[in-house]
């Protein structure tokens, strides 16, 4: 992949260069191409980036290669803020609008228009009016404003300072300059002269970054243990030789997982049977439990039944259980207090059998068969 408009593609922070016009055009040639733009960024999408700047210093141009770049902004997974460094102007506002942070320079424009094209009826061409839509959506999506407020700055053709578009809600965030940079140009007098004007202070801006990442590759050449001015080839060799010690250290990592996994599911191993031996147990202790039970339940039943039978509590089968219960808890307590309780039930009558002389009649033998009914009792 060759990167045309990000500075430094290897950064954690990667910054990509919209600073000039978008598109083709056939005064200017060549400016930021859509397509290129879109395979750049998501090229950097794929590589891990903490978050990748858009700087944009731009006349605007056209709206096709425009949505190719807000497309990749949009979609991209890395985070992607727009930063206005100067103008954005037409098609390069659209841009501008979707960051997902929106920073712009306290000296910076935004201007926002209709599409136009000098072959076509600006009213009635259902072409513009897709673009025109297309451009109204972007706007109204991170303004909060209608549709129709957005139509009719479009109309006028809008010039908004930072300030101003931070009240509109065209921005997030305003970037104090130094004032020694500062342009002093201003928009209202040529699109293109302010665009200069702008990227001369971007120019001087990605003079330092470059410079920056000069630095930086000094720190890298130094803890590889080369000289600073090591060559390209040399830094290539010395980043191979780290490679091949973190694949050497990975490869040892990916065999102490392995035995790490394999231990791990002996250890499984060895719990399922301890599981298994533990249920066993249990299923044993419940049914000697079980048993146990039930033998108490019989000895209770069978002795709190010969009480009954003796008399000493009620023979019925309520009264019996509700012993038999208790005798259960407390066999040793309930059989003394069973044994102490008195038994009622009544001895066998015997009957004398005494030979009684026939009574004389009337009082005399009323009286004497009375005397042998008391006796008889």
């Given at each position: 992949m060759i990167f045309q408009y990000t500075i430094d593609e290897s950064a954690e922070e990667p910054i990509m260069l919209i600073n000039k016009h978008i598109g083709m055009d056939a005064e200017d040639g060549e400016g930021i191409m859509g397509a290129q733009f879109q395979a750049e960024l998501l090229a950097l999408d794929t590589m891990g980036k903490k978050r990748i700047q858009v700087w944009i210093n731009s006349p605007g141009g056209g709206v096709m290669d425009g949505m190719n770049i807000r497309s990749a902004i949009l979609k991209s997974n890395t985070k992607v803020d727009t930063y206005c460094v100067g103008i954005a102007a037409s098609e390069a506002a659209n841009i501008f609008q979707t960051g997902r942070k929106r920073i712009m320079a306290d000296y910076a424009y935004m201007m926002i228009h209709n599409p136009y094209h000098p072959t076509l009826d600006q009213s009635e061409n259902a072409a513009l009016k897709a673009f025109r839509d297309s451009i109204a959506t972007t706007l109204c999506s991170r303004s909060?404003?209608?549709?129709?407020?957005?139509?009719?700055?479009?109309?006028?053709?809008?010039?908004?300072?930072?300030?101003?578009?931070?009240?509109?809600?065209?921005?997030?965030?305003?970037?104090?300059?130094?004032?020694?940079?500062?342009?002093?140009?201003?928009?209202?007098?040529?699109?293109?002269?302010?665009?200069?004007?702008?990227?001369?202070?971007?120019?001087?801006?990605?003079?330092?970054?470059?410079?920056?990442?000069?630095?930086?590759?000094?720190?890298?050449?130094?803890?590889?243990?080369?000289?600073?001015?090591?060559?390209?080839?040399?830094?290539?060799?010395?980043?191979?030789?780290?490679?091949?010690?973190?694949?050497?250290?990975?490869?040892?990592?990916?065999?102490?997982?392995?035995?790490?996994?394999?231990?791990?599911?002996?250890?499984?191993?060895?719990?399922?049977?301890?599981?298994?031996?533990?249920?066993?147990?249990?299923?044993?202790?419940?049914?000697?439990?079980?048993?146990?039970?039930?033998?108490?339940?019989?000895?209770?039943?069978?002795?709190?039944?010969?009480?009954?039978?003796?008399?000493?509590?009620?023979?019925?089968?309520?009264?019996?259980?509700?012993?038999?219960?208790?005798?259960?808890?407390?066999?040793?307590?309930?059989?003394?207090?069973?044994?102490?309780?008195p038994m009622n039930k009544t001895a066998p009558s015997i009957v004398d059998k005494i030979e009684v002389a026939p009574a004389t009649a009337g009082v005399a033998g009323i009286m004497m068969e009375i005397a042998n009914k008391n006796k008889q009792l």
């Amino acid at each position: 992949m060759i990167f045309q408009y990000t500075i430094d593609e290897s950064a954690e922070e990667p910054i990509m260069l919209i600073n000039k016009h978008i598109g083709m055009d056939a005064e200017d040639g060549e400016g930021i191409m859509g397509a290129q733009f879109q395979a750049e960024l998501l090229a950097l999408d794929t590589m891990g980036k903490k978050r990748i700047q858009v700087w944009i210093n731009s006349p605007g141009g056209g709206v096709m290669d425009g949505m190719n770049i807000r497309s990749a902004i949009l979609k991209s997974n890395t985070k992607v803020d727009t930063y206005c460094v100067g103008i954005a102007a037409s098609e390069a506002a659209n841009i501008f609008q979707t960051g997902r942070k929106r920073i712009m320079a306290d000296y910076a424009y935004m201007m926002i228009h209709n599409p136009y094209h000098p072959t076509l009826d600006q009213s009635e061409n259902a072409a513009l009016k897709a673009f025109r839509d297309s451009i109204a959506t972007t706007l109204c999506s991170r303004s909060g404003k209608t549709p129709e407020e957005v139509e009719a700055m479009m109309n006028k053709e809008t010039w908004m300072s930072s300030a101003e578009c931070f009240g509109h809600g065209f921005c997030d965030e305003i970037e104090v300059s130094n004032q020694l940079n500062k342009p002093r140009a201003t928009p209202q007098v040529s699109v293109k002269s302010a665009w200069s004007e702008y990227n001369n202070v971007l120019n001087k801006i990605v003079n330092q970054v470059k410079q920056n990442t000069m630095a930086t590759m000094s720190k890298v050449t130094a803890k590889l243990n080369l000289t600073p001015d090591a060559n390209e080839d040399s830094i290539l060799k010395g980043i191979e030789q780290i490679e091949n010690r973190a694949a050497d250290a990975e490869t040892k990592l990916a065999t102490a997982k392995q035995e790490l996994e394999a231990e791990k599911a002996k250890l499984v191993e060895t719990q399922n049977k301890v599981t298994e031996l533990e249920s066993k147990v249990t299923e044993a202790e419940n049914k000697e439990k079980e048993a146990t039970e039930a033998a108490a339940k019989v000895a209770a039943t069978t002795e709190v039944t010969n009480h009954a039978k003796v008399g000493r509590i009620k023979n019925d089968k309520d009264t019996i259980d509700a012993w038999v219960n208790k005798y259960i808890v407390d066999p040793e307590g309930i059989k003394a207090m069973l044994e102490a309780i008195p038994m009622n039930k009544t001895a066998p009558s015997i009957v004398d059998k005494i030979e009684v002389a026939p009574a004389t009649a009337g009082v005399a033998g009323i009286m004497m068969e009375i005397a042998n009914k008391n006796k008889q009792l």
